[in-house]
């Protein structure tokens, strides 16, 4: 069974404070994809990055970054830099190999950045 | 890029009733497709995955009677949520993998259907 962890239920910044959203994810597929989404009030969900298993290098894009480490089975998502459009709920998902498309979302963390 | 249409965004309906929900990938193949649901301030669940032109597999959990999944075509789903109760109130939400790369064909959402069940 695969699951994933957001423990972060909701984060509180002031605009231009950095951020760490946490993900921590389980699965017995050698072969899997990470996500993060983004879900504004509107409810649509914006993708913001897919992770494969067998790639541990870290990425950054503009204020976003995201650290994958296999190790300590975690994705964590850090915006850097905090500004209000940022508000809205993040989900991170997991996918495998074997089912891949069929995504287990953590709990999601309610993101609020204050002016 | 990739777009996935799904219709309505948003409907109210009365207790009773049945609903039909459409998720269209507009400018590529689907041959699965995968419905959510979403509750008020939680996550997303997998109700069922759906593919072209056979069953759709449901999660533990779903009465497959009452959402009828039907995927006739390589660019249409529909859910269709029949007598519809309170409880069925919620956000819908489809995806659509693309046909190329197998295991890692990007995943498309659409937008959602936000319904209410009076």
């Not at chain 1, 695969?2 to 909701?10: M, S, W």
């Not at chain 2, 309505?8 to 929900?21: E, H, N, Q, R």
């Not at chain 2, 959402?67 to 109760?85: D, G």
Request: net charge neutral; glycine share 6%.
């Amino acid at each position: 069974a695969q699951k994933v962890t957001q423990a972060q239920t909701e984060i509180s910044v002031v605009e231009k404070e950095d951020v760490t959203l946490d993900c921590v994810y389980e699965t017995r597929d050698t072969t899997y994809y990470l996500f993060w989404y983004k879900q504004p009030p509107s409810g649509e969900l914006v993708f913001l990055i897919r992770r494969n298993s067998f790639d541990e290098q870290n990425e950054i894009s503009g204020r976003y970054s995201w650290n994958f480490q296999k190790s300590t089975s975690s994705f964590n998502f850090t915006i850097t830099a905090s500004q209000v459009v940022d508000s809205a709920v993040y989900f991170c998902a997991l996918t495998g190999g074997t089912s891949y498309g069929k995504l287990t979302f953590g709990q999601g963390t309610i993101l609020t950045v204050h002016p | 890029g990739a777009v996935v249409s799904q219709h309505p965004s948003w409907v109210i309906c009365k207790s009773g009733t049945s609903v039909k929900i459409e998720c269209r990938s507009l400018d590529f193949q689907a041959t699965t497709m995968f419905w959510y649901r979403q509750f008020p301030k939680q996550s997303l669940m997998l109700m069922a995955t759906s593919n072209e032109g056979s069953k759709a597999t449901y999660e533990q959990g779903v009465e497959k009677d009452k959402f009828l999944i039907n995927h006739a075509s390589l660019t249409l789903s529909t859910l269709t949520v029949t007598s519809a109760h309170p409880e069925d109130s919620s956000f819908y939400i489809c995806s659509a993998r693309t046909v190329g790369q197998a295991l890692s064909g990007a995943l498309h959402f659409g937008n959602g259907t936000r319904l209410t069940v009076t």
